[in-house]
Structures are given as structure tokens and as C-alpha cells.
């Protein structure tokens, strides 16, 4: 094999044209990325590149997708420790290579010990400026802005982070649509209120001003996840709140049982099958809450609570909420999207919305960004 003697070793925090997709903490050396679709982008001009990734897992591992000029050219399951893996190799030295390292499965809640750093690049080149984006969106959502199941078989049913997509997924194509740099927010079965299961502990809107504070364990706290985000960091010009599928979930199964207390949460069904007026108020209250906050640390953006691929059933609840929150507030820059429901031709693995799903949703909602960015 003929070695590639001009390969020199740079932490990242060496590189200056070096652009970082995600929310951060102040630690940057390595730079661990928490969140989907949290990246790394070059723009490199040279032969070789490599990079230095380190991961950790108890029981769910990372995945990273790597992209060149935009089109995905592998994605690799990054098993533990601390490894070089190759981006490119025997590409004109002359050209410039627009990269993307992406991490392609949620921060996953459920495993203390999952993480992904990365540490540094080997290259035989330079890196040149990348340039910022017109618009900056933030996507807040559950599974599906996770993208669970939008990759793999229609008949996978294992929860692994294998069937987690990042670029298969409404966000990376939105973003893409609109010429925006973007950011996500999202655990797979939480909700605004509550988590599927009815655990009032696990709800986005706690957790917000953190880092990544829904993570667990000794190791993703010294990593920096419950510190506090700094907002005037990046404050973008529309969030997009696609809560609500597990708040229905919730309705729909037993009880939730705190197992320090043994209290019981649960959101109930009168016996015609309908919502219990009082649990739904709580749904409600929670919405009004959420764009409240959403509101004061992003005070430009235009807040769009955009629900549904997987059922409609809150959306009456959703227009309730926000409406009484406009009112209330006079706030005139939010509105509600309705997204299009999954069909049996679009769905993917674990029912979730597939490929083809995401495909739509991001076609219909980065129409509707587009009328209100311009």
C-alpha cells in the first residue's frame, strides 16, 4: 500500500475554517456532538482526510454518516473506543471537497453512557473558509424528527440506533430545500406534556435551555450536556415544533408508575372514547407554556408547531393552544402547520414514517417556510 507521506496530525482546535452544526459546550477539545444531525463541515482541498472519533456506549452505539459535496458516501456504526477512520482518499489534490461528518442517531436518553467526541484530523491539504447559510432553522420534535425507521426494512422492529437516520429525515431535507443551516432537538417518545407511557419526566420543553440536559450518567455531564445553552450563539429565524404524536400515545396506555413515590400520571379517555376534557386542558396549558419559552430565547425567530405524519388527533388541541397563546401575548409570529400523514406506501421500519414520508413533509414545509423566511 502506498503511504501518504505528507498526512499531518491537527487537533480541532487547531483548524480555524471549521464549522459546527449542533449545540455545543463550551468544551471543544474534543468536540463531542450530542444531538441528530450535530456535524463537523470542511471545506477541504487536498488528496487524503481522515478523522479521529472517539465513542462510547453501554447498550446503544453512534452512527455517523459522512458527506462529500452534499452526497452521502457512507455511513458506519462506530463501535467503542477511539478511532481513525477515513473520509477521503486519492481525490485531486486541487479540488476543493465540501465535507460533512455527521452523527446519525439521536442522543439517546436511555444509555448514560453514549457519546460521540471527536478529536482530530489527519490531511494532506488545507482548509478553506465555510460559508454561513442565508437562514438558520431549529426542528423540536420525537421519533420521527429523529428519524427512527426512515431507514431500513418496513419489517424491522428492533430499537437500535441502526434504524436512526438523520439525512433520510423531513430536517437534513427541509434545511436543504431552503438553503438553511439547522439544528435538532428530539428524543423518540417524548412529548410536550408527557412521554408516551405517561412519565411526566420525560417532555422536550424541561430540558430546553440545557445543552442536551435529557442525558444521563457522570460521563455526559462532565462532557458539558447539562450545562446552559448560550442562545446568543446562534439564534435562528424559524424553530419548528413537531410535538404531540406521544401526548396522544399517552392517552392511550396504562398508567405511569413513579417508582420513588407510588404516585400514578395518567392521561385519560372519557368512555365514549374522547379526550378528558381536564388532562387535555393540561396538554394545552403545556403548548402555551412551550412557546412561551421558545419565545424568550429565540425573540426574532417565527415559532411553526408543525404535527402530524403519524395522526392528527391533537391538532384541534394544538390550534386551541396557540391561538390562546397568540391572544394572550400578542405574539404574531406564530402559526401551525399541519404535516401529511403517513400512508402504506410511505411507511418505513418500526411503523415510522419512511424515506418516501419525509420526502413529502419536507417538500410541504419547506414550501410554507419558504412564504414566511422571504
Known amino acids: 500500500m502506498h503511504a501518504n507521506d505528507k498526512l499531518t496530525i491537527r487537533a480541532l482546535s487547531e483548524i480555524d475554517n471549521l464549522k459546527i452544526h449542533g449545540r455545543t459546550a463550551a468544551q471543544k477539545a474534543p468536540l463531542t456532538l450530542f444531538w441528530t444531525g450535530s456535524a463537523l463541515e470542511f471545506n477541504a482541498k ?3 482526510l481522515w478523522v479521529e472519533i472517539e465513542a ?22 462506530v463501535t467503542a473506543g477511539r478511532h ?7 481525490m485531486g489534490a486541487d479540488t476543493v471537497k465540501n465535507v460533512r461528518i455527521v452523527k446519525d442517531v439521536q442522543a439517546v436518553s436511555g444509555d448514560p453512557g453514549h457519546s460521540l467526541r471527536v478529536h482530530a484530523v489527519k490531511f494532506d491539504g488545507e482548509f478553506l473558509p ?5 437562514f438558520k432553522i431549529e426542528f423540536i420534535g420525537d421519533s420521527i424528527t429523529s428519524g427512527e425507521g426512515s431507514i ?23 434545511a436543504a430545500a431552503l438553503n438553511a443551516d439547522y439544528r435538532v432537538l428530539s428524543q423518540s417518545g417524548w412529548g410536550v406534556l408527557t412521554s408516551w407511557d405517561n412519565n411526566p419526566r420525560f417532555n422536550l420543553p424541561d430540558y430546553y435551555e440545557q445543552v442536551c440536559g435529557l442525558l444521563n450518567g457522570d460521563k455526559n455531564e462532565s462532557l458539558g450536556a447539562k450545562e446552559a445553552h448560550d442562545f446568543s450563539s446562534w439564534q435562528p429565524d424559524a424553530v419548528v415544533v413537531n410535538l404531540g404524536t ?3 400515545g399517552a392517552f392511550h396506555n396504562p398508567a405511569w408508575t413513579d417508582e420513588s413515590t407510588g404516585r400514578t400520571r395518567k392521561q385519560r379517555l372519557n368512555e365514549d372514547g374522547s379526550f378528558n376534557e381536564e388532562d387535555l386542558g393540561a396538554f394545552e396549558a403545556a403548548v402555551r407554556g412551550f412557546l412561551a419559552k421558545l419565545r424568550k430565547n429565540n425573540p426574532r425567530a417565527h415559532i411553526v408547531w408543525a404535527y402530524g405524519m403519524l395522526g392528527h388527533s391533537m391538532m384541534p388541541a394544538i390550534y386551541r393552544a396557540v391561538d390562546a397563546y397568540v391572544k394572550a401575548s400578542g405574539d404574531r409570529k406564530v402559526s401551525v402547520f399541519q404535516l401529511p400523514n403517513m400512508t402504506d406506501e410511505t411507511v418505513g421500519a418500526r411503523a415510522h414514517p419512511g424515506p418516501l414520508a419525509h420526502e413529502r413533509t419536507a417538500r410541504e414545509l419547506s414550501g410554507y417556510l419558504k412564504s414566511i423566511l422571504s
Open 130 to 134: 465555510v460559508e454561513e447559510k442565508p
Open 84 to 90: 481513525w477512520i477515513c473520509v477521503f482518499r486519492g
Open 152 to 174: 431500513g426494512a418496513v419489517a424491522e422492529a428492533d430499537w437500535i440506533p441502526m434504524w436512526f437516520s438523520a439525512l433520510d429525515n423531513y430536517t437534513f431535507k427541509t
Open 56 to 77: 462510547d456506549y453501554e447498550q446503544y452505539e453512534p452512527w455517523i454518516s459522512i458527506l462529500i459535496n452534499s452526497a452521502q458516501v457512507s455511513r458506519q456504526m
Open 46 to 48: 487536498g488528496s487524503e
Open 246 to 248: 406521544n401526548d396522544n
